[in-house]
């Protein structure tokens, strides 16, 4: 109930939509780097674990069929997709290989059993699981981690820590980055066009990006 109050709370009803240039800004060059290793088209299925309010399952949907699930009701309830469903990312009530693909953004320092969620985002994808993550490395994201009690897992979320926990559940990682110094509901909107500027690949991006094939 710890996480789930915290993705529960009032303050969530001011959270930045997936139309707001910032988070604009912070999904698109990760969704354009995903495109150019994960095939993904109109006759493609893609399953969005933790999906929130939509920041990646509105542009998903543009790309390809798209499926949210979340534990969250209000979270759920402000994602503008239809097809969304209450649920919990370690039990998917999905059968085995019924996605081309299976997303999560910012979910496993959230959940109690990440081997678990790892685990099932395997089972229900025919071939890839895509993971985006807090980078340990960033001394800002290290900061907020240590500061916010439901966030403090991700100090141990190095690039070494994240490869080994997918490689434990079946999952051969073929690619990795940490990206851009935006963060989705922090950067202040004034400092959007200067933090543009550095919207690509780094050590210390803000962001790890994983793509796994099972």
Request: proline fraction near 7%; include cysteine.
């Amino acid at each position: 109930m710890f996480q789930k109050d915290y993705w529960e709370r009032k303050s969530l009803e001011d959270r930045r939509g997936p139309d707001h240039p910032v988070i604009r800004a912070y999904v698109a060059p990760k969704i354009e780097w995903i495109r150019k290793r994960v095939p993904l088209g109109s006759q493609s299925r893609l399953l969005d674990v933790g999906c929130g309010n939509g920041f990646f399952t509105r542009p998903f949907s543009a790309i390809c069929d798209t499926v949210g699930v979340d534990f969250s009701r209000k979270m759920l309830e402000r994602n503008p997709c239809p097809s969304k469903l209450l649920m919990d990312a370690g039990h998917l009530s999905f059968q085995d290989m019924a996605f081309d693909a299976v997303f999560c953004h910012a979910l496993l320092h959230h959940v109690e059993d990440m081997d678990a969620v790892l685990r099932e985002m395997r089972r229900v994808s025919r071939k890839y699981v895509v993971i985006l993550e807090p980078n340990r490395a960033n001394p800002l994201m290290a900061l907020f981690s240590a500061l916010v009690p439901e966030e403090r897992k991700a100090l141990k979320f190095s690039a070494r820590y994240l490869k080994g926990r997918l490689e434990q559940n079946g999952l051969k990682v073929t690619a990795h980055c940490a990206y851009g110094l935006l963060v989705p509901n922090k950067a202040p909107a004034f400092l959007l066009p200067v933090l543009e500027l550095f919207n690509f690949p780094q050590p210390w991006g803000m962001t790890h990006i994983l793509i796994a094939e099972r």
